[in-house]
């Protein structure tokens, strides 16, 4: 992208962190709703990449239903931004009030033994929106973003998360990750990752909803390498009045197993996570925004990755 081309980029983002905040609630999700109807129309490489991995999810839809599916996934993806664009101003009661969680006794526990919490997430629902809730109702959050171009973007999304009260890492462009991720990995913190796609090519190969994919492995091998549980995290979307909010779900902890090397065992403990998100996607996909390739039969055979031009 060019120089005066990433300044547009920039300057969209900043313009939609000052406007959509300012706008009534349901306004707001109505205009990126209407936004994700006609990107849909278009088409294009990322409803098309969207539809592909629903018709691998859901094989059995037809072409009617898997539209239908499509237009209601990428006004979930259309959603996320929105509300990340009016978190910044979100009090803690808004925060609260859209927000309702399961499961999370086992992970106050493990905190308030002093333990750091390791979560395996998807990407579903609003991540970010889980990430605020956790800095206010657990306490220290630490994850890793990816590099987003142009760097500025990036930079906005950065301090976008930090100011929400998370430590962030880059996934590249700033040293050692994984070595990053164990030195702050100490005491009682929340480490949330991203891995139903793999980044670096150091993913496994794992059964996602039926189908061959690849996923990071990191989650799974940080917690083993730490002595932390390993959690399943899902969030679904569910309406809230006019709005909407998330619903968050934590998982059972992944057993670890007893044997094997740790690739091995961080492998078997990656497949257990993909059962967990892969039954509530198979259930539902539209809260799955997922605009990349992530399975087998879509990926590079020699790097495991997968750009769609």
């Avoid at 018709?55 to 979930?76: H, T, Y």
């Avoid at 910044?88 to 927000?99: F, T």
């Avoid at 973003?145 to 500025?152: G, M």
């Avoid at 670890?256 to 967990?276: F, I, K, N, Y």
Wanted: hydrophobic letters at 45%; a neutral charge.
């Amino acid at each position: 992208m060019s120089r005066a081309g990433d300044l547009l980029t920039v300057a969209g983002f900043r313009l939609g962190w000052a406007v959509v905040r300012a706008l009534p609630e349901g306004a707001a999700y109505g205009i990126f709703d209407r936004v994700a109807d006609v990107t849909v129309r278009r088409g294009g490489t990322g409803v098309r990449r969207l539809r592909a991995n629903y018709a691998r999810v859901r094989p059995d839809l037809n072409d009617v239903e898997l539209d239908a599916l499509v237009r209601r996934g990428m006004r979930a993806y259309l959603r996320y931004y929105c509300e990340a664009f009016r978190l910044p101003a979100m009090s803690a009661a808004d925060v609260d009030a859209k927000v309702t969680v399961a499961g999370e006794g086992p992970v106050r526990a493990v905190l308030a033994a002093g333990g750091p919490v390791v979560c395996f997430l998807g990407h579903l629902g609003n991540w970010d929106l889980a990430g605020a809730w956790c800095c206010r109702a657990l306490g220290r959050v630490v994850t890793v973003a990816e590099r987003l171009e142009p760097e500025a973007v990036f930079a906005e999304f950065l301090d976008f998360r930090t100011l929400l009260g998370m430590t962030i890492l880059p996934l590249t462009g700033g040293g050692d990750v994984f070595a990053g991720l164990r030195r702050e990995a100490v005491g009682p913190v929340v480490v949330p990752l991203l891995a139903d796609r793999d980044l670096t090519g150091g993913g496994v190969e794992v059964v996602f909803c039926g189908q061959p994919a690849r996923m990071a492995i990191g989650p799974a091998a940080l917690a083993l390498a730490v002595g932390a549980p390993l959690f399943p995290v899902t969030i679904r979307h569910t309406r809230r009045g006019r709005g909407w909010g998330i619903d968050i779900r934590f998982h059972d902890p992944v057993a670890v197993p007893a044997e094997g090397s740790t690739r091995e065992r961080a492998h078997t403990m990656t497949q257990r996570c993909a059962d967990a998100l892969g039954a509530v996607v198979a259930d539902d996909p539209s809260d799955w925004h997922m605009l990349q390739r992530v399975f087998m039969a879509d990926l590079d055979p020699v790097s495991g990755l997968g750009e769609d031009r």
